[in-house]
């Protein structure tokens, strides 16, 4: 990236893209309809205030979802040299908003870099945001293959994968993979309110997996489902029919091919958890052992550098407290073939073993 | 525990406990309707064939869910002097499936070790598997003060921890905390069956942990959630019911009090997840700080060491790989009043932090 770089809305994700487009020498124009906040991401360096004769070649739009329209809408008129991109969540809807307000759409091309919201603000924001993960570009009707080098440029210079999609194509993948898992995981959270606290205290890792996400905001996800609320509800209503399909089975188990029903819903969800892939793209085909680390300051550390030693690569690793025991249990995915050896050279050397599965 | 016990089922749970019960001494009695099954488990030291004379003052069932209250009912009538236990998933029907037969349930007291499942049969069993996990035993109006103290040294000499509920409060706890999420993530997964290679190529840490127990077994859970079907469907259509909700909402977003509705699903979903109990019960009440780590082997250990060095307590940890990169984001729970100089204490070493969050 070289030029003028406008970033309007310096919350999170756009005072990471100022702070990560400042380290690489790019001039950052920062705005921010907050005087507070803008001041305080101009003070963390995250770019400099709007000065008369700037011309920025890009805006980026890092605005709260429902907001993203009309301040793209905006911006477009504002700076008729400009390409300009937002970071919202959903994109079909806003391509579509500006469409019927008759901005010139063939500079706007949306984008969503799939990066942390955990904690908003230019408090939290972080030059790192945004590497490693996918950065969704979305080419329309009217988008020319330059603008598209220029996102991907940024995406790159952040550190991020570029992934082109269109906007449909998009919004319907997020809707599978990020919208309804968050929708489907808080109403299963929800549903601990009922229990006692015997009873979520058995609560074991595949429960703590499963509602993990249920602790994201509620002011931003009510603006993401309700933007991609046709994706969102397609999924949901697919997902409530086999849904039905079970509560029916578990009602009526007296009934014809009842177990059946049960059994196939299991099994379509280990070939759907098949598909996602593991790291570096690569299918999950990892064995995992388990081993038992002592609550004790440097007992994982000295785990995992005993590990190095015997020269195994751990693939991936995944920490399980015990409730009530003074140990965790240490999940260490490793490719199959190193398997035995590993748990051979780690009993040898005292760890004990927990389990061990494919 | 002293005195012979005898082990019905040389599965993983069988296999297991009969492992860990000669590592003290006991005189483990194995039996299961394999032979094959059986040979193995005794060629690995779970415990020795039944011989004449025998006289168990325990005897476990160890046995798929469906065949448990056979079992049970056969071993209640071939030793008249023995408490029988079981270990399966659910628990009240197993009772009325005794008390209807006219067993002799005064001498029966279920139980349930919540221990790993992911790889069957005796080549997978650990003496360590029940480390640390709740083992529930269920009184019922027959069971005697002793009965509960022998189970209950049962579970402590196998490093679990007794916890004392009646029949249908375990059934319908772990309707909550186990069987509904099961299903719930299985459905969930199953969508993804419909999704692109792109699609799935967008996944994030928050589809993986949703989806992770979706790869479970069909041939158990069709078992566990007929068995405990009551429970389940109970949670299940007060999940529908919340679902239903949210679908309308987002169906019909013109209406009055939609966006509420679907803020309040999420808001809700916070309340449940927060009750869950993290390490060693305590409520949940960490910070997270994310740190690159390359992906060579000794970084991560390195980091974890100098994390030590620092004096800070890690809470807990989780390794995410970044799609199509070559490093992974480590996410490190500390107490909160460790954060700050935490971070500033791995970013003066040259580490880079990609994020914080309380």
Known sequence: MTGQVRVVGAGLLGSSI???????????????????????????????????????DLVVVAVPPDETADVVADELQTWPGALVTDVASVKAGILADLHSRGSDTARYLGSHPMAGRERGGPISARADLFLGRPWVICPHDDSAPEQLRLLEDLALDLGAVPVEMTPDEHDRS????????????????????????????????GLRDTTRIASSSPDLWVQILAANAPAVTEALRSYRADLDEVIGALENQQATGSRRVVAEAIARGNDGVARIPGKHGQ????????????????????????????????????????????????????????????????????????????
């Open 174 to 205: 997020v809707a599978l993979v990020s919208h309804v898992p968050q929708l489907i995981s808080s109403l299963l959270a929800h549903q601990l309110s009922a229990a006692s606290d015997k009873a979520v205290g058995l609560a074991g890792q």
């Open 283 to 358: 299918a999950k085909q990892f064995s995992t052992i388990v081993v038992m680390v002592n609550d004790q300051p440097g007992e994982l550390a000295r785990l995992l550098t005993e590990i190095g030693e015997f020269g195994v690569n751990m693939e991936d690793l995944h920490l399980e407290h015990s409730p009530g025991a003074q140990f965790g249990l240490a999940e260490i995915a490793v490719l199959p073939e190193a398997e035995k050896r590993l748990v051979a050279e780690l009993e040898a050397r005292g760890w004990k073993i927990a389990g061990e599965h494919a």
């Open 18 to 56: 100022g702070l990560a487009l400042r380290a690489k020498g790019v001039d950052v124009i920062l705005h921010d309809s907050s005087r507070g906040t803008l001041t305080l991401a101009v003070d963390y360096g995250a770019g400099r205030r709007t000065e008369s004769g700037d011309a920025p």
